[in-house]
């Protein structure tokens, strides 16, 4: 069930953390870089675009420098005035149109119609449950007849890989399959809504099956998806090394994008990408 307030707290408390997710470490670089190849086709200056779920507005200030018109958007008030102090940083205030209190569950704020590209990056619909459906009809309603909706999520097959390589989680965690609800989550997608150590509120993790079922809709068209990391999936130590080398991280990078759009590689990676034209039915 989704809990709005446990989410949004959960983000308040998360703080500065998000923003450094994606930018302290090699492998959140690496993670950053191709969620915004897989966004680069849709920005141009003076297009409207909703970060949906903006965290501390990373990909906001991208947008931004993209000389698109960015409105912020997050359930979380601690979250929008990272963002807010971020964007100043950055010097992009000028190409923001507003930053937004609410929840991609209900966006009643906004005009029908209003974006040429909505972004829902980072997760959000793990956590929405039977909420999904509405804050998809929401997210379509807000974008413009011919506009593009994109959103990720946390995959089931990558988080299963994280989890593999920590050291440490043989005895805590892979021996302990009910205290996790091991096998629920992998037939399921679901996680327990108590386990040991728990920190996030309670998630659904997406598979490449879920993510296009959620996309099989009337009002999308030129659907797409893509896996990131999809070769370096959970490999923190190894990608902060390939960093450090000029010439491999290059090619590590291009071999990402050789092989992030393949269906094939749906299920590899940590996050699920998908991105749609909408298409309004009258």
């Not at 659904?204 to 999809?230: H, I, Q």
């Amino acid at each position: 069930m989704f809990d709005r307030s446990a989410v949004e707290k959960f983000y308040n408390n998360y703080g500065e953390r998000e923003w450094n997710r994606l930018g302290a470490t090699a492998y959140g670089k690496l993670v950053f870089l191709l969620h915004a190849d897989f966004l680069d086709p849709f920005l141009a200056e003076g297009k409207h675009v909703l970060d949906a779920g903006c965290g501390p507005g990373r990909f906001s200030i991208y947008m931004a420098r993209a000389k698109c018109r960015v409105t912020l958007l997050d359930m979380s008030e601690t979250q929008l005035s990272i963002a807010k102090e971020k964007c100043a940083q950055a010097g992009v205030t000028d190409f923001i149109d507003g930053y937004i209190h609410a929840s991609v569950t209900d966006l009643s704020v906004i005009p029908d119609n209003t974006f040429d590209v909505t972004v829902c990056y980072g997760a959000v619909f793990n956590y929405l449950h039977e909420q999904t459906e509405t804050a998809m009809k929401e997210l379509i309603r807000v974008t413009k007849n011919s506009g593009e909706i994109l959103i990720s999520v946390n995959n089931i097959g990558g988080i299963f890989r994280t989890m593999c390589i920590r050291e440490g989680y043989a005895s805590s965690f892979w021996a302990k399959p009910e205290e996790f609800g091991i096998f629920e989550v992998l037939n399921e997608g679901i996680e327990p809504s108590l386990y040991p150590g728990q920190k996030h509120p309670q998630r659904f993790f997406y598979n490449a099956k879920a993510m296009k079922k959620l996309f099989d809709r009337k009002e999308f068209t030129e659907v797409a998806f893509g896996s990131v990391p999809c070769i370096a999936t959970a490999a923190v130590p190894q990608v902060e090394e390939l960093y450090g080398n000029k010439s491999a991280w290059e090619t590590l990078v291009q071999v990402e994008k050789a092989f992030y759009l393949n269906d094939s590689m749906l299920d590899a990676g940590e996050h699920l990408l998908a991105r749609a034209k909408v298409r309004k039915v009258e």
